[in-house]
T-cell receptor, first 110, second 113 residues
Framework: QKEVEQDPGPLSVPEGAIVSLNCTYS??????FMWYRQYSRKGPELLMY????GNKEDGRFTAQVDKSSKYISLFIRDSQPSDSATYLC??????????FGTGTRLLVSP | SQTIHQWPATLVQPVGSPLSLECTVE??????LYWYRQAAGRGLQLLFY??????ISSEVPQNLSASRPQDRQFILSSKKLLLSDSGFYLC????????????FGPGTRLTVL
């Protein structure tokens, strides 16, 4: 069993839709959670970072962590074609060692 | 600054040839630096990390090695490339002040033929 599970998609939505991206994890030692956006053939870009259960909002993005269920989510409001990318969840255990999901490919059609 | 430079951007090498990928970063001194590999259909895999000059920790035994000859320079090397070394190699830098976020460079796409 992988430590971090993420549906690879693709997830196709129309412009303006609310997008929900999710990851589950098995190791309760994970304490810090991040979401990255990766465009094709580019390096990942950090979108959100959180370390506690609950919600964190930044513009159109909301990160949600439920440690009791070992489940994290990223919501994107008013999705745009420019949001089309692969979204990677990442979690930290130990000394700054990130463990990544395989990524969900998102396609937002105009 | 979270600026990270990686060289080269793309590389095609024959099996058995040597490899040297370079990463240089800007910003405060003594950053934590990381090498990751991203293979098709798989998540990013941590290969090496460094907390200072000459200090390298290996996460996965393999055909690769890393060195940190200068504070803001991190190098990934191999003496003899294998087909399985193909992938997208990413250098990352930890946020200044020992915070947990990591920031990635543009990557090097390596194809071994």
């Amino acid at each position: 069993q992988k430590e971090v599970e993420q549906d690879p998609g693709p997830l196709s939505v129309p412009e303006g839709a609310i997008v929900s991206l999710n990851c589950t994890y098995s190791n309760s030692a994970f304490q810090y959670f991040m979401w990255y956006r990766q465009y094709s053939r580019k390096g990942p870009e950090l979108l959100m970072y959180t370390y506690s259960s609950g919600n964190k909002e930044d513009g159109r993005f909301t990160a949600q962590v439920d440690k009791s269920s070992k489940y994290i989510s990223l919501f994107i409001r008013d999705s745009q074609p420019s949001d089309s990318a692969t979204y990677l969840c990442a979690m930290m255990k130990g000394f700054q060692k990130l463990v990544f999901g395989t990524g969900t490919r998102l396609l937002v059609s105009p | 600054s979270q600026t990270i430079h990686q060289w080269p951007a793309t590389l095609v090498q024959p099996v058995g040839s040597p490899l040297s990928l370079e990463c240089t970063v800007e910003g405060t001194s003594n950053p934590n630096l990381y090498w990751y590999r991203q293979a098709a259909g798989r998540g990013l895999q941590l290969l090496f990390y460094s907390v200072g000059i000459g200090q390298i920790s290996s996460e996965v035994p393999q055909n690769l090695s890393a060195s940190r000859p200068q504070d803001r320079q991190f190098i990934l090397s191999s003496k003899k490339l294998l087909l399985s070394d193909s992938g997208f190699y990413l250098c990352a830098k930890g946020r200044e002040g020992g915070q947990n976020e990591q920031f990635f460079g543009p990557g090097t796409r390596l194809t071994v033929l």
